[in-house]
């Protein structure tokens, strides 16, 4: 079994950056894909974008692509999402994600682990 704890959310205005970060513990060993998904307040939970183990391949939807980076430090079990030019439609929960087959498939059917969510909010 995989934990996972996400850290790094907060209060931004638009525009401005924010780094989430999500650590594992547990068993660590196992191999698989890392995710983000936010889900908005009466919306859905969504994609955001994912990382291949190795690291080597990353994905993101395309609301975000340009603007957010993923990225994972495998030594240290964390994941890490730079998020630049926050708009205020970004305002939402972030949950980490694991699973193999995640980052191919970019669904919450893929997910086997998550994370609790951390709140992202951005003031216009």
């Known amino acids: 079994q995989v934990q996972l704890v996400e850290s790094g959310g907060g209060l931004v205005q638009a525009g401005d950056s924010l780094t989430l970060s999500c650590a594992a513990s547990?068993?660590?060993?196992?191999?698989?894909?890392s995710g983000w998904f936010r889900q908005a307040p009466g919306k859905e939970r969504e994609f955001v974008a994912a990382i291949t183990w190795s690291g080597t391949g990353t994905y993101y939807a395309n609301t975000v692509k340009g603007r957010f980076t993923f990225s994972r430090d495998n030594a240290k079990n964390t994941v890490y999402l730079q998020m630049n030019s926050l708009k205020p439609e970004d305002t939402a929960v972030y949950y980490c994600a694991g699973g193999r087959g995640l980052a191919t498939y970019q669904t919450t059917s893929r997910v086997q682990y998550w994370g609790q969510g951390t709140q992202v909010t951005v003031s216009s």
């Open positions: 547990g068993r660590t060993s196992s191999v698989y894909s």
